[in-house]
């Protein structure tokens, strides 16, 4: 079986996600996190914030998930966020047409196209319906904003759930800017849902009508983008990009790619170094990881230089991040629209602050982190999460149930409860047990049998290894905090 279905089977029979309102046949695209998966997801959050939100200094903000229609005049979603939809004149399915024409020449098709090119690509490749190998109706564009009517009154969309954190980061900047005493370069993060009305999405989490964004937009003097002392720390760093017209990723660093102007200065690649190792800290090995430039067409239209991360996985490169520099596209166009002035004074300079945004997907970082943990045992897949991304630290399974066993099981998982993420399990036999939490990837068992009652001690067992030690249960604390700080104890 291959590794993307691997991961939809076992994901469904432990609950890591799962189809939202399964009981009610939604719409395709929406997904469910059960207990361990939220907790994975949380732990990457978390990872997040403390190696990019607070390494660089970023002030990290909560906004709201529904925006007036005139936001997205100004971000241009309302005219140009479309996908070319396309439907079948036999079976009616509807599908994506440059999906379609990708499949049919394995080539790469901008979304940006406009229709008549479309038409033309669909009649020169003869694409027919992948369902009843029905004819084509002609491309139409279809906006994938989710609209929503606010107010008793409203007969009318005049609002709609945010496609892209971003745009709350742009509208709040000079709030933010103004209130938070600090100066240019400025990070302001946020980590929220958006939503896209996706045609047909079929890929599990990699493409969903709802996901979770983790955004960092750097607000920035463009006359100073290379005036960034904290550039020295990561000048010497190895950059894995993936250039234009290049079949290999090379290392660069990030000194070197700015001597070339291959990246636009040191701002630029002091944050492509800090998102690179965001993700070694996710655990993905360097060959598998890689920035890829991305030529004009495929481009979004503000943007003058991008960088897409990619991780290698079953399924092809995967997109994780999309680093754009949007120069001052959005603070501009946010304040022609509303009337209000987002320019900025510096040192008696008045400009348009430029940014430079890294925009992550944590649906897809998760998918992504869980590819890289498969691994199988006697046939049998098995995640192996990393340390820092487990969702269960310890798992605690008395030997049987009865003669104070589960008693005394129970105690040690009252005392670890609050200090790790642990679980308490005594529903059948231990050997089912093993099985099912190495499944899970967690990392330590700790398991209490008759010998504990008399010793006062517990065994305690690496999922990597699969070695057993004795610990005394008052040391049980201190050995596991070891353990999760790198320290051999086995
Ligand atoms: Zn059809």
Not at 137 to 146: D, G, R, T
Not at 399 to 406: A, C, N, P, S, T
Not at 474 to 486: M, R, V, W, Y
Request: charged share 30%; proline share 5%.
């Amino acid at each position: 079986m291959d590794k993307f279905l691997r991961i939809q089977e076992l994901a469904d029979q432990r609950g890591l996600f799962f189809p939202s309102a399964e009981i009610h046949s939604p719409p395709s695209g929406f997904w469910d996190f059960g207990h361990l998966g939220a907790v994975s997801r949380r732990k990457i959050i978390d990872l997040w914030r403390k190696e990019v939100v607070r390494k660089t200094d970023s002030l990290e903000i909560e906004g709201c998930l529904i925006l007036p229609k005139k936001n997205f005049e100004a971000s241009g979603h309302l005219k140009g966020f479309v996908d070319p939809l396309i439907q079948c004149k036999k079976c009616h399915k509807i599908f994506r047409a440059d999906k379609l024409i990708e499949e049919k020449t394995k080539k790469s098709i901008p979304e940006a196209l406009d229709i008549s090119e479309f038409n033309k690509l669909v009649k020169k490749f003869e694409i027919r319906c992948p369902e009843c190998k029905g004819g084509f109706s002609s491309v139409k564009k279809f906006n994938m904003m989710i609209g929503v009517s606010i107010g008793p009154l409203s007969k009318e969309l005049n609002a709609y759930l945010r496609p892209e954190t971003c745009q709350n980061i742009f509208t709040a900047f000079q709030k933010i800017y103004k209130t938070s005493r600090v100066s240019l370069p400025l990070g302001i993060s946020q980590v929220g849902r958006a939503f896209r009305n996706e045609i047909s999405p079929r890929q599990g989490l990699i493409r969903t009508r709802e996901f979770t964004q983790l955004e960092t937009e750097v607000f920035f003097n463009p006359k100073k983008i290379n005036d960034l002392p904290e550039f020295d720390k990561y000048k010497n760093m190895k950059l894995r990009l993936k250039l234009l017209g290049k079949e290999k990723t090379e290392p660069f660093t990030p000194e070197r790619a700015v001597k070339k102007k291959i990246i636009s200065g040191k701002l630029i690649g002091y944050y492509l170094a800090i998102t690179q190792q965001f993700f070694e800290k996710c655990g993905f090995p360097p060959k598998d990881i890689r920035f890829r430039e991305l030529e004009d067409k495929a481009k979004a239209f503000y943007s003058k230089e991008t960088w897409d991360f990619e991780v290698k996985t079953s399924v092809g490169w995967l997109e994780l991040v999309a680093c754009n520099y949007r120069t001052d596209f959005d603070l501009s166009s946010h304040s022609k629209v509303s009337g209000t002035d987002l320019s900025v004074v510096e040192n008696d300079e008045k400009f348009i602050p430029h940014v430079f945004e890294l925009s992550m997907g944590l649906d897809r970082i998760f998918y992504a982190v869980l590819e890289n943990s498969l691994t199988e045992r006697k046939g049998k897949p098995v995640l192996k999460f990393p340390r820092n991304l487990t969702p269960l630290d310890v798992i605690i399974l008395p030997l049987v149930r009865k003669d104070g066993i589960g008693k005394k099981a129970r105690e040690i998982h009252e005392m670890l409860k609050t200090k790790f993420e642990t679980k308490y399990d005594e529903k059948q036999s231990i050997g089912k047990r093993y099985v099912i939490y190495d499944q899970l990837g967690v990392p330590l068992a700790i398991t209490i049998d008759y010998d504990s009652l008399k010793k006062q001690d517990a065994t305690l067992r690496d999922r990597d290894s699969m070695k057993q030690i004795r610990v005394k249960i008052k040391d049980l604390e201190t050995k596991i905090s070891d353990f999760f700080e790198g320290k051999k104890i086995f």
